[in-house]
Each structure stands twice: as structure tokens, then as C-alpha cells.
């Protein structure tokens, strides 16, 4: 048969060959510095290749930059999942939203999504950046300050944690300790309490609204070791346990420049205690991308998603697509070079303390893929590129995380989410 006449049987076929049609067509996509094509060849192989077949890949997006832009969804995102999924609403692949964002329940972010993006979107599909915290139980009884926005009680109750006090509800048990705001410093001096329960934990969840306020109150904690109505003469070092997540510096929303992100919150913080002690700020868990611990939580729900979907086919690949070098693509680097590590050596899970209990993992490869609707620009000088005289560009990544430039280059840049689907779709052999 021709192929034209294979063509046009092609397009005459019912059911899932039709898909076909528009390889056999031939496309070229055109990433910066980058092209590829799929013509007739790839077509006669996708007719004798099984279009349905088990996937042994997986993504993980990122959400903010990349599929969104504050409330409006990028139009690249409409047309990447109308590849992702097929004519019964169902994904193709398993598929795993990984944010940095934490001021919204899971369940919400599913809701949101879903409306946006015109498919059903479960809440287990959805990794908030304090979702791996649910892993550490020894923290979960402890009366813990935390800090943030949004529904963060019950945000922490998600997670396990079962007794929580607000930054707010410290203030208004210690109003003498909030003096930045003129407007509200008390106008009477309150008697001083003695039946408020010692606080033995700190808990980041997000960006607060009143900087000033959590800063000094946190502060307060640390340096009293949680009993902020009182004075200590010495700082107690080590300090409480303190738990964050999100270490984004900066994000993209409707802007024309980045905001800061939680990342910032946490380097004031960080900065403070350094000046006031003479020491350093430690985490017990520190999470969110670029943590290893935030990409081997999403592998097991990959592979959980897989498992319910009836795909027995290991997934042995990864797709990490993200807007932002320093955390979505040092993070999928770092979790690709652990998982080297791993296959050559024998590793063990890294920077977990064995909180994560899960199968041998089947994942071999996790590419970082970077997308132009975001922070990164390449019109940008400074998104990753060197700074003029050579220099090279600001870390813009948490103090915990060495910077190593190998780690934000990305193994592909591309425009946007729809390009990165149809370059993954093309590297495994799928049909668009």
C-alpha cells in the first residue's frame, strides 16, 4: 500500500487508529535551539506499535508558570492535556501535579485544577510542598507554633499534626510581643500568663501575611524554647525542631517580575537568628522541591496512580516539567543523580532518616525538562544564564542545597508544557 493510500485508510479507521491521522501528517516542533520532526516513517511505526499500550513513563508538573499564571491558565496547558488524556477523560499516562504552593488543602488545589484544566483531577494527584510531612509521625503529637496562611489548622491536621497554635492565637495570649504595628500594641500592660502550655516545635507551612509579626513571634519561641511569655538568659542550642516546606525564593503569578516566595520568608528568618545567636537555624525536615524527599513521595504516588489504572508495567522514567532552575530542575536533577547513585551503588533513600517505606524502586531516570512561561526567560539575562563578565548568575536556591551549575541546567528547554508532552510523547514512541 502507498503511503498516501495508508494515509487515507488511516483516516477512514473508527476507534483509537485515528490517532494516528495527524503523525502520519508529519509536525515539527521548535524548541529554543532544538527541532525534531515526525513524518511518514514515525507514522508507519505508530500503525504497528500499540497505541494503547502500558506506559513505563510518568510527568510531574509543576503548577504555578507552568500551567497556570495566577488565575489564568497558560493556553499551552489546554492543549497538553487534551494529548494527556484520552476520549473517556482518562489520562494516558500517570500524571503528578507537584507544587511548591501550601496556603490551600489539597482537596481545594484538585477542585482547582480540575475546573481549569477541564478534566477530573483527584486530590492524590496533587503534592502540595508540606505533603511529605505526614511522614514525620515523631513530630505529629508535639505542640507545634505553625505559620502561614489560608486554612493552615487544618492544613496541619492533614498532615498528621494534632496539636497546633497559630501565630495569632500566640499573639493574643502575648499581645506585648507584637510591637511592630503601631495600631495594634496593646494600650494597657496585660498581666503576665503562666497557664499557657510550652510550645515544643515549629511548623513552616507557607508565606505569611504579616512578616514582621511571625518573624518576632517565632523568634520568640526559638529563643525562650517555647515559652514566649518568658526570658531566658542563654538561647538553648539546639533550638526546637523546626519543620518548613516551600524554599522558593521567588515565583511567577500575573506580574511582569517574580514575587517572593516562602524561600525568602525563610532566609529572613534564617538571617535573624544567625545575627541574634551567632549561630545557625537547623531543619529537621526541609521540603518542597529541590528535596529529595518531595520526588521519591511523588514516585510512590506515580506508581500507586500506575497500580490503580490496572498498568502492571513498571514505570522506569520520569518527567519533571517546571518553570523555575533552582527548584524544579536542580530537584529533578538531584533526584536523578540519587537515583544513579542508587542503581550503581546501592544507596540508600538520602536525606529521608528512612521516613519513606516503599517498594524497591522500579524508576531508573527522572529529566528535568524547563519551560519559557515562568521565571525562566531566555530574553532574561541572570535565568540561568552567566552574568556579564562571566560571572556567574546568583544562587537563588536554599542555603541547605549547595549550588552545583551542573544541577540547574536542564536536559531540555522548551517553550511550554504542550512542547514538553510532544517531546516526551516522541522520545517514547507515542502517538500525539
Same mark, same amino acid.
Given at each position: /500500500?502507498?503511503?498516501? &493510500?495508508?494515509? #487515507?485508510?488511516?483516516?477512514?479507521?473508527?476507534?483509537?487508529?485515528?490517532?494516528?491521522?495527524?503523525?502520519?501528517?508529519?509536525?515539527?516542533?521548535?524548541?529554543?535551539?532544538?527541532?525534531?520532526?515526525?513524518?511518514?516513517?514515525?507514522?508507519?511505526?505508530?500503525?504497528?506499535? *500499540?497505541?494503547?499500550?502500558? *506506559?513505563?513513563?510518568?510527568?510531574?508538573?509543576?503548577?504555578?508558570?507552568?500551567?497556570?499564571?495566577?488565575?489564568?491558565?497558560?493556553?499551552? #496547558?489546554l492543549?497538553?492535556?487534551?494529548?494527556?488524556?484520552?476520549?473517556?477523560?482518562?489520562?494516558?499516562?500517570?500524571?503528578?501535579?507537584?507544587?511548591n504552593?501550601?496556603?490551600?488543602?489539597?482537596?481545594?488545589?484538585?477542585?482547582e485544577?480540575?475546573?481549569?484544566?477541564?478534566?477530573?483531577?483527584?486530590?492524590? =494527584?496533587?503534592?502540595?510542598?508540606? @505533603?511529605? /510531612?505526614?511522614?514525620? @509521625?515523631?513530630?505529629?503529637?508535639?505542640r507545634?507554633?505553625?505559620?502561614?496562611?489560608? *486554612?493552615?489548622? !487544618?492544613?496541619?491536621?492533614?498532615?498528621?499534626?494534632?496539636?497546633?497554635?497559630?501565630?495569632d492565637?500566640?499573639?493574643?495570649?502575648?499581645?506585648?510581643?507584637?510591637?511592630?504595628?503601631?495600631?495594634?500594641?496593646?494600650?494597657?500592660?496585660?498581666?503576665?500568663?503562666?497557664?499557657?502550655?510550652?510550645?515544643?516545635?515549629?511548623?513552616?507551612?507557607? $508565606?505569611?501575611?504579616?512578616? !514582621?509579626? @511571625?518573624? =518576632?513571634l517565632?523568634?520568640?519561641?526559638?529563643?525562650?524554647?517555647?515559652?514566649?511569655g518568658? &526570658?531566658?538568659?542563654?538561647?538553648?542550642?539546639?533550638?526546637?525542631?523546626?519543620?518548613?516546606?516551600?524554599?522558593?525564593?521567588?515565583? /511567577?503569578?500575573?506580574?511582569?517580575? *517574580?514575587r517572593f516566595?516562602h524561600?525568602?520568608?525563610?532566609?529572613?528568618?534564617?538571617?535573624?537568628?544567625? %545575627?541574634?545567636?551567632? %549561630? !545557625?537555624?537547623?531543619?529537621?525536615?526541609? /521540603?518542597?522541591?529541590?528535596s529529595?524527599?518531595t520526588?521519591?513521595?511523588?514516585? +510512590?504516588?506515580?506508581?500507586?496512580?500506575?497500580?490503580?489504572?490496572?498498568?502492571?508495567a513498571?514505570?522506569?522514567?520520569?518527567?519533571?516539567?517546571?518553570?523555575?532552575?533552582?527548584?524544579?530542575?536542580?530537584?529533578?536533577?538531584?533526584?536523578?543523580?540519587?537515583? =544513579?547513585?542508587?542503581?550503581? +551503588?546501592?544507596? $540508600? $533513600?538520602?536525606?529521608?532518616?528512612?521516613?519513606?517505606?516503599?517498594?524497591?524502586? #522500579?524508576?531508573?531516570?527522572?529529566?528535568?525538562?524547563?519551560?519559557?512561561?515562568?521565571?525562566?526567560?531566555?530574553?532574561?539575562?541572570?535565568?540561568?544564564?552567566?552574568?556579564?563578565?562571566?560571572?556567574?548568575?546568583?544562587f537563588?536556591?536554599?542555603?541547605?542545597?549547595?549550588?552545583?551549575?551542573?544541577?540547574? $541546567?536542564? @536536559?531540555?528547554?522548551v517553550?511550554?508544557?504542550?512542547e514538553?508532552?510532544?517531546?516526551?510523547?516522541?522520545?517514547?514512541?507515542?502517538?500525539?
Amino acid at each position: /500500500m502507498a503511503v498516501s &493510500g495508508l494515509f #487515507a485508510a488511516v483516516r477512514a479507521a473508527p476507534g483509537p487508529w485515528q490517532r494516528v491521522a495527524c503523525v502520519a501528517a508529519g509536525f515539527r516542533c521548535r524548541c529554543p535551539g532544538k527541532s525534531y520532526a515526525v513524518g511518514p516513517a514515525h507514522a508507519v511505526a505508530a500503525l504497528f506499535s *500499540p497505541l494503547q499500550s502500558q *506506559p513505563t513513563f510518568g510527568f510531574l508538573l509543576d503548577i504555578d508558570g507552568v500551567l497556570v499564571r495566577g488565575h489564568r491558565v497558560i493556553p499551552a #496547558a489546554l492543549k497538553a492535556f487534551h494529548r494527556l488524556v484520552n476520549a473517556q477523560g482518562k489520562l494516558r499516562v500517570p500524571v503528578v501535579f507537584v507544587t511548591n504552593a501550601g496556603n490551600i488543602l489539597q482537596h481545594d488545589k484538585a477542585q482547582e485544577l480540575s475546573a481549569l484544566l477541564g478534566f477530573k483531577v483527584e486530590p492524590d =494527584q496533587v503534592i502540595l510542598s508540606h @505533603s511529605p /510531612m505526614k511522614l514525620f @509521625s515523631q513530630y505529629h503529637g508535639k505542640r507545634m507554633i505553625v505559620s502561614g496562611q489560608g *486554612p493552615l489548622v !487544618e492544613n496541619a491536621q492533614v498532615l498528621g499534626f494534632k496539636n497546633v497554635v497559630t501565630v495569632d492565637e500566640l499573639r493574643m495570649a502575648f499581645p506585648v510581643l507584637d510591637m511592630v504595628d503601631l495600631q495594634r500594641r496593646p494600650k494597657t500592660t496585660p498581666l503576665p500568663r503562666n497557664d499557657f502550655p510550652a510550645i515544643e516545635g515549629v511548623l513552616l507551612l507557607g $508565606e505569611p501575611v504579616r512578616w !514582621e509579626t @511571625s518573624l =518576632q513571634l517565632i523568634m520568640d519561641v526559638l529563643l525562650s524554647n517555647g515559652n514566649p511569655g518568658t &526570658g531566658l538568659a542563654t538561647a538553648p542550642y539546639p533550638h526546637l525542631p523546626v519543620l518548613a516546606s516551600n524554599m522558593d525564593l521567588l515565583w /511567577m503569578a500575573e506580574a511582569k517580575m *517574580p514575587r517572593f516566595g516562602h524561600g525568602t520568608f525563610l532566609l529572613c528568618l534564617e538571617t535573624i537568628y544567625r %545575627k541574634v545567636t551567632g %549561630k !545557625e537555624l537547623r531543619y529537621k525536615g526541609l /521540603m518542597g522541591k529541590p528535596s529529595i524527599l518531595t520526588y521519591q513521595y511523588a514516585e +510512590e504516588l506515580i506508581r500507586r496512580q500506575a497500580e490503580r489504572r490496572g498498568w502492571a508495567a513498571p514505570i522506569q522514567k520520569l518527567y519533571a516539567v517546571g518553570d523555575n532552575p533552582m527548584s524544579d530542575v536542580y530537584g529533578a536533577n538531584l533526584f536523578n543523580q540519587y537515583l =544513579q547513585m542508587a542503581k550503581h +551503588e546501592g544507596a $540508600e $533513600e538520602l536525606g529521608t532518616s528512612g521516613l519513606l517505606k516503599q517498594r524497591p524502586s #522500579a524508576t531508573q531516570s527522572c529529566a528535568s525538562i524547563l519551560v519559557c512561561t515562568g521565571v525562566y526567560s531566555p530574553k532574561v539575562p541572570g535565568s540561568t544564564e552567566p552574568a556579564q563578565g562571566g560571572e556567574e548568575p546568583p544562587f537563588h536556591g536554599h542555603r541547605d542545597f549547595s549550588f552545583s551549575p551542573g544541577l540547574i $541546567e536542564a @536536559s531540555h528547554i522548551v517553550n511550554d508544557v504542550d512542547e514538553a508532552v510532544q517531546l516526551v510523547f516522541h522520545k517514547e514512541g507515542w502517538a500525539l
